[in-house]
């Protein structure tokens, strides 16, 4: 089995009229949505009506998507503040379902959905599918979460709206994954990166890959660097695809990158985005980066303006190869609330990923950053796992490639690290969202 390859693949656009759109016609279509969710907002949420009073900005002075700028911010605190249903502008009765965040502590983030909430939902999401080269004669199978958590309920929407068959096995029990994968003649699946890397190296060790009808793997809720997609492609021999999605906006679905894998292609009809400057809140330029920001230009019962993502990503605006018009965001950075400070330096897990992928070889894609504070000091200790064959060699092998990862990470991060490497497997897999960071300065 062997991933399509570039000069095969059949390119396939779900809405051409909407997805290959000028820009002028989309800043028309943007405009007439925002004016009516502004007017929706300001007269049905008091949240928004209290905001936008405070701003000195009344429904009448939003004339077009020109001038959103007027418009004041939402954040999540702003929608724990009103938990449950304080940002809902529709009556309880006409409330489809109710998703909300992962979290595990506190108040949930609840994000109410309308029917037609639902289906544009589904919409977005097989508009994505269809990016990965999927049809309704595909069987995706689906490992990403059910309940709240909008990962596996967006896909099953998709997988229904683009007439596909879903299996909707949710997270966990992955020998159980693999036998459904192979036994119902799965073509693609959809779960997080961290666990699709999993679930690879499972199926290497299980000698089933060539067994497998999967050809695309969709995989998004973390930020996931270039190399982990094509260590994933390249053992399974796959094209993988970046979908991404909140649940306060609209789940998986909001964006994906096409085959060229050159940014992820906004759905900018339902949801506009703005790339801003985290301090100034000033717009960035194309490939600027700066916080990602969105606006719901169709939402019915949640309608949310100018949400403050916190995710770290840049805009291009040109036209992708592919032939879609759509806005394109690049890969996330990160997150402005995952970045750390380490000596003054701003860390992202992802340039770990991204440097300990770089050197190959014995170091596999799984590490730990523990942050501690000795003497007053920020101290980075990341542990790495390597190939079982290296605590069989020689001592001074072993402290040979710890230097080198260490030379590595320090020239990737502009501050050092301590590196401890440890045997396969040590390092726990997670079947959600990888938890790569633990910061005892906050303990």
């Known amino acids: 089995m062997a991933a399509v390859s570039l000069e095969n693949w059949k390119e396939r656009i779900r809405d051409p009229k909407i997805e290959c759109m000028s820009s002028d016609e989309m800043a028309h279509l943007q405009s007439e949505r925002l004016v009516d969710v502004v007017n929706r907002a300001y007269h049905n949420v008091e949240f928004y009506h209290k905001k936008m009073k405070e701003q000195g900005v009344e ?37 489809a379902r109710v998703q909300g965040t992962s979290g595990t502590t506190g108040k949930l983030t609840i994000a109410p959905y309308s029917k037609k909430d639902v289906e544009v939902w589904g919409e977005c999401v097989a508009r994505c599918l269809t990016m990965a080269g999927l049809t309704s004669e595909d069987i995706i199978h689906v ?5 709240l958590f909008t990962g596996g309920m967006g896909l099953d929407y998709g997988a229904q709206a683009l007439g596909a068959v879903a299996i909707p096995m949710s997270a966990g029990n992955t020998k159980r994954q693999m036998m459904c994968m192979e036994d119902l003649g799965a073509t693609a699946f959809a779960c997080t990166p961290s666990y699709a890397l999993h679930l690879a190296e499972s199926m290497q060790e299980a000698g089933v890959v060539d067994r497998l009808k999967i050809k695309a793997g969709i995989h998004g809720a973390e930020p996931w660097t270039v190399e982990m997609r094509k260590k994933i492609e390249s053992i399974l021999h796959i094209n993988c695809f970046d979908i991404y999605g909140l ?20 759905h900018a009809d339902y949801f506009y985005p703005e790339v801003l400057n985290p ?27 100018r949400y403050r993502t916190k995710d770290l990503t840049s805009m291009n605006r040109s036209k992708c190869k592919c032939g879609r018009t759509l806005p394109r965001i690049s890969k996330f950075t990160g997150r402005t609330d995952d970045m750390k400070v380490i000596r003054g330096v701003n860390v992202f897990p992802t340039q770990v990923e991204t440097a300990l992928l ?18 007053n000091m920020d101290v980075l200790t990341v542990m790495v796992e390597v190939d079982e064959s290296m605590f069989s060699d020689e001592i001074r092998k072993l402290d040979a490639l710890r230097d080198k990862i260490g030379a590595v990470l320090k020239q990737a991060l502009g501050v050092s690290a ?24 906050n303990l």
């Open 59 to 95: 429904p009448g002075d939003i004339k077009g998507i020109e001038d959103i700028h007027k418009l004041p911010f939402t954040t999540k605190e702003d929608l724990r503040d009103n938990y449950p249903f304080g940002l809902l502008a529709i009556p309880t009765k006409d409330v």
């Open 143 to 147: 490992c990403y979460g059910y309940g």
């Open 247 to 266: 649940c306060e906006i609209s789940g998986p679905g909001v964006a994906q990158d096409c085959i060229h894998h050159e940014g992820l292609h906004v």
């Open 279 to 305: 301090s100034t809140h000033e717009a960035c330029g194309d490939g600027e980066t700066g916080e990602l920001v969105f606006t719901t230009l169709a939402k019915e019962a949640m309608p949310l303006i």
């Open 358 to 375: 770089s050197m190959g070889g014995a170091i596999a894609p799984h590490y730990m950053m523990i942050v501690d504070r000795e003497d």
């Open 418 to 441: 301590r590196v401890k490497l440890v045997e396969p497997k040590t390092i726990q897999r997670s079947e959600g969202k990888a938890v790569r960071v633990i910061d005892n300065r």
